[in-house]
């Protein structure tokens, strides 16, 4: 699976926000994807599998538990591939800030 295929489910982006602030066991995460999504036990570790087998997540046993880290390496990957599209991002930016202005004055913020 494609790494945007990964990142393109908004389940699995939640979890890797998890495990960007620190490891969580399986149950932790299945606790707050189950509570803000809604899904089962089963829906959560299939989303964790596609993680495992895609490189973003490593999992080690601790006892009966599976503790979850992140594994940066396929973002790092993707930051490489974002590379050469970051010199549109500038321009873009600017013109934002140019039509937030623009209506601020209009509505006499300014």
Same mark, same amino acid.
Request: proline share 4%; charged share 30%; glycine share 8%.
């Given at each position: 699976?494609?790494? #945007?295929?990964? %990142?393109?489910?908004? !389940? +699995? ?5 998890? %495990? =960007? ?7 932790? @995460?299945?606790? @707050? /994807? ?17 993680? +495992?087998?895609?490189? #973003? =997540?490593? !999992?080690?046993?601790?006892? &009966?538990? *599976? ?5 940066? &390496?396929?973002? *790092?990957? %993707?930051?490489?591939? %974002?590379? *050469? #599209?970051? !010199? #549109? ?8 800030? &140019?039509? /937030? ?10």
């Amino acid at each position: 699976m494609h790494a #945007f295929d990964v %990142l393109g489910d908004p !389940v +699995r982006r939640r979890i890797l926000e998890l %495990l =960007a602030e620190r490891e969580h066991s399986s149950g932790e @995460v299945v606790a @707050v /994807i189950s509570a803000e999504f809604g899904i089962s036990q089963a829906g959560v570790s299939q989303h964790l599998k596609v993680l +495992r087998d895609a490189g #973003f =997540a490593q !999992v080690r046993p601790e006892g &009966t538990r *599976r503790v979850y880290a992140l594994d940066a &390496t396929p973002l *790092r990957d %993707l930051d490489d591939w %974002l590379e *050469r #599209f970051r !010199v #549109f991002w500038p321009v873009r930016l600017d013109a934002l800030a &140019t039509e /937030i202005a623009r209506g601020k004055k209009a509505r006499g913020e300014l």
